[in-house]
C-alpha cells in the first residue's frame, strides 16, 4: 500500500535580516512623520528587498504596523496632536473594515493585489500633492459622527487588504472634510490604526498569512525611527514633507508595476 506524501507548507522567505531591518528604520520613520502604519513601504520592501509572496507581505506588513503605529501614536499623543473623539468613531469604523479587507484578502489574485496597492499609492500621492491645509474642526454633530464611522470602515478595508494602516483614507479625509489640521489628523490616524493593525493581524495569523519573524523585526525596527518622525512631523514644512512623499509613493507605485507586468509578460511567454 503506498502511503500518501503529507503536504508541507511553503517555505517562508529567505530574507537578510540587515535589509529587513533597513525596511522597518524608513517605513517606521515615514509612518511617524506622515500619520501613516508604514505598510506602503512594508510591502513593497518585503516583496521587492526581501522576495517575500505578495499575499504573505501583505498580511506580515500589518502585524509589522502594529509597534510601529504605537511608537507614532506615544510621539503624536504627547504633543497634544490626537483627536480623540474622532479616534473613537474612526475607529468603530475601521475595526469592522479590517474584517472585510482580511477575507477579500485570500480572494483576490495576487496580481491584482499588487496593481490595487500601485494605484493606491499613486492616488495618495497626487493627494498629496495637492493638499489642503486646514486650521481646526467644528464640534462634532450626529452626521459626523456617522461619517467618520464611514471612513473607518474604508481605511479598515483598506488595511486588511492591502497591509497598510489605512492612513492613506483617514488623513486625507480629515483635513478635507472636517478642517482638522495636518499634524493632529496624523496623529489620530495613527491612533485609529493601532485597533485596526491589531485585529486585522488576528485575522490574518488564524489564516496562516503572516511570518511573525519578520514582523517582529521590521516592528521593532519601525519603533525606534517612528517616534523620531512624529517629532518631526510637529516642525517639519507641510508642503516640502507632502512633495517629498509623494514622490516616493510615485516611485515605488512604478517600480511594483513594472514588476507585475515583467512578470506576466515571463508568464506568458513561458
Not at 3 to 19: C, I, N, S
Not at 125 to 132: E, G, I, Q, S, W
Request: charged letters at 10%.
Amino acid at each position: 500500500m503506498i502511503k500518501p506524501v503529507p503536504t508541507q507548507a511553503p517555505a517562508p522567505a529567505q530574507y537578510h535580516l540587515g535589509q529587513i531591518i533597513v525596511v522597518g528604520l524608513l517605513a517606521g520613520f515615514l509612518a511617524g512623520l506622515f500619520g501613516v502604519g508604514g505598510g506602503i513601504l512594508i510591502v513593497p520592501g518585503l516583496v521587492l528587498v526581501a522576495g517575500m509572496e505578495q499575499r504573505l507581505a501583505h498580511g506580515t506588513s500589518l502585524a509589522a504596523v502594529v509597534p510601529i503605529a504605537i511608537a507614532s501614536l506615544l510621539a503624536y499623543a504627547l504633543q497634544d496632536n490626537v483627536d480623540w473623539a474622532a479616534t473613537l468613531w474612526l475607529s468603530i469604523g475601521a475595526v469592522g473594515g479590517v474584517v472585510i479587507g482580511t477575507r477579500l484578502l485570500h480572494v483576490l489574485p495576487q496580481r491584482t493585489l499588487a496593481l490595487l496597492f500601485a494605484a493606491v499609492l499613486v492616488v495618495s500621492a497626487v493627494r498629496l500633492f495637492f493638499d489642503t491645509d486646514a486650521t481646526g474642526r467644528t464640534p462634532l454633530t450626529a452626521l459626523d459622527a456617522v461619517i467618520l464611522v464611514a471612513i473607518g470602515v474604508a481605511s479598515g478595508v483598506l488595511a486588511g487588504l492591502l497591509g497598510v494602516g489605512g492612513g492613506l483614507v483617514m488623513v486625507p479625509a480629515m483635513i478635507l472634510l472636517f478642517s482638522i489640521a495636518p499634524v493632529i489628523a496624523k496623529g489620530t490616524s495613527s491612533a485609529v490604526i493601532v485597533p485596526t493593525a491589531v485585529m486585522g493581524t488576528v485575522r490574518n495569523r488564524s489564516r496562516g498569512n503572516t511570518d511573525l519573524r519578520a514582523a517582529v523585526i521590521v516592528g521593532v525596527a519601525g519603533m525606534v525611527t517612528a517616534a523620531l518622525g512624529g517629532l518631526v512631523s510637529d516642525r517639519m514644512s507641510a508642503d516640502l514633507s507632502n512633495i517629498l512623499f509623494a514622490s516616493l509613493l510615485m516611485l515605488v507605485a512604478i517600480h511594483l508595476t513594472v514588476q507585475v507586468l515583467r512578470t506576466r509578460t515571463v508568464t506568458t511567454a513561458g
